[in-house]
């Protein structure tokens, strides 16, 4: 056998050209296919965590038919002590919601109007770092502050200390009218969320909906991980109210991140396809040119079997090349993109109306490089078989014919 391989490792040599260009091929389409893997999976990762950090956090408790037309009346109170015992939940935010319109002298918008408390909202949220103008205004003397977008603000042309209107229905059914004054402008990587928020202290927002309870509670864990664990151990706990994930709330969410598996698939499969097909073809010219060579070394006595040993060997050699070189190349284009980001700010538009940040960071999971080198062996060893096969095809009378 190590006559063998060093006979294939030789042969593959003598066309130094021909095998460097299928190294660097095999190389090339690994690196292509697992950064596009890796953005991909990066901007799907940032999307969620963005999501979760901005929009709807791991779990939200409401009653159950709250998010059916989004009615004040279905409020609910609880005791909150049960997340503190929990040690999988690492904070909560009250939240009293209800949907209105907000106005100007200039303009007015429909808007969700979430009454928070801003000390906890921002420890489940981190809604301090949005803002891009103004501060928390802990105490207040009349006007009750609020916080609404950029783009909400543009739009209602009005400027931090501006006063606005807020109108919606009471859990009675009545309509509501208060005054606001603007204290912080926000935004967010998703221009969508941004234009349908705005947020007010949740004890001026209680006091006119007529009610000191709440319409939501959204639920930070440590790990997301633990996510269907602590919703399921919060639904037993809590079995009047609706216990829900970021993946019920957001849909789209959880079918992006399934999707990414098969993408993932699909991808992987051209690529395997096409350095298959580039092996094949290397192998058949290699064979192709040897005709002769190969036709005298069954005529002096060498088997059928060594003879297919022999070209499936150089065929894993040149994979054991180009394969340790592709995976070693993506796994360091990868981790300096990591550490540096990939601007797409030029795009800063289109993916911020689709929630995605302008700074993407390729991220891979490295079990995933083990799986793709077994794929990647396996499907160059069927792929030498074909033209191994052909090998032993030839008849040395014919073969020795050729010039």
Same mark, same amino acid.
């Given at each position: ?11 593959i040599w003598r066309h130094k050209t021909r095998s460097l260009v299928i190294i660097l091929a095999m190389a090339l389409g690994l690196v292509s296919g697992i950064f596009i893997l890796a953005l991909n999976w990066g901007?799907? &990762? ?8 901005? /929009? ?52 007015? $918008? ?28 802990? !105490? ?7 916080? &609404?977008?950029? $783009? ?18 009471? %859990? ?27 947020? %007010? ?31 399921? /151990? ?9 216990? /829900? ?21 699909? &991808? ?24 002769? /060579? ?16 022999? &070209? ?47 700074? %993407?960071?390729? !991220? ?6 083990? !799986?793709?080198?077994?794929?990647? %062996? ?9 033209? $191994? ?15």
């Amino acid at each position: 056998m190590k006559t063998i391989i060093k006979i294939a490792w030789r042969n593959i040599w003598r066309h130094k050209t021909r095998s460097l260009v299928i190294i660097l091929a095999m190389a090339l389409g690994l690196v292509s296919g697992i950064f596009i893997l890796a953005l991909n999976w990066g901007l799907s &990762i940032e999307r969620v965590n963005k999501a979760i950090a901005t /929009e709807t956090s791991h779990i939200q408790i409401h009653h159950p038919k709250f998010r059916e037309d989004f009615d004040p009346k279905y409020n609910f109170a609880i005791d909150t002590t049960i997340f503190a015992k929990n040690e999988k939940i690492k904070d909560f935010a009250p939240r009293s919601i209800v949907f209105g319109m907000v106005n100007s002298a200039n303009s007015a $918008a429909g808007v969700k109007v979430n009454g928070v408390n801003f000390i906890k909202e921002n420890k489940v949220t981190k809604f301090k770092d949005k803002l891009i103008e103004g501060a928390f205004v802990h !105490q207040y003397k009349r006007t009750p502050p609020i916080y &609404i977008s950029q $783009a909400t603000a543009e739009k209602l042309k009005v400027r931090i200390r501006s006063k606005i209107v807020v109108t919606f229905q009471d %859990v009675n059914n009545q309509m509501v009218s208060a005054a606001f004054k603007v204290r912080g402008i926000f935004k967010t990587s998703n221009s969508m969320w941004d234009k349908g928020n705005v947020f %007010v202290p949740i004890t001026s927002l209680q006091q006119l909906l007529g009610t000191n309870n709440y319409q939501e509670i959204a639920v930070l864990l440590y790990n997301n991980d633990d996510l269907e664990t602590v919703a399921n /151990e919060l639904q037993n706990q809590l079995p009047t109210l609706k216990v /829900e994930t970021w993946k019920d709330i957001m849909p789209e969410m959880k079918m992006m991140v399934e999707s990414f598996d098969q993408m993932m698939n699909i &991808i992987i499969f051209i690529i395997l396809l096409t350095l298959a097909f580039g092996l094949i073809n290397t192998m058949l010219m290699a064979i192709l040119e040897r005709t002769r /060579e190969i036709g005298m070394l069954m005529a002096i006595g060498m088997n059928k079997k060594k003879i297919f040993t022999m &070209i499936m060997t150089e065929s894993l050699l040149l994979s054991l090349i180009g394969v340790p070189f592709g995976l070693l190349a993506s796994w360091g284009i990868i981790e300096m993109f990591q550490k540096t980001g990939i601007d797409l700010s030029v795009y800063a538009k289109g993916m911020e109306a689709w929630g995605f940040d302008t700074v %993407v960071y390729p !991220q891979m999971e490295p079990e995933f490089y083990t !799986q793709i080198t077994a794929q990647v %062996v396996v499907i160059m060893f069927l792929a030498s078989v074909y033209p $191994a096969y052909k090998a032993l095809k030839l008849k040395p009378v014919d073969a020795l014919r050729k010039i």
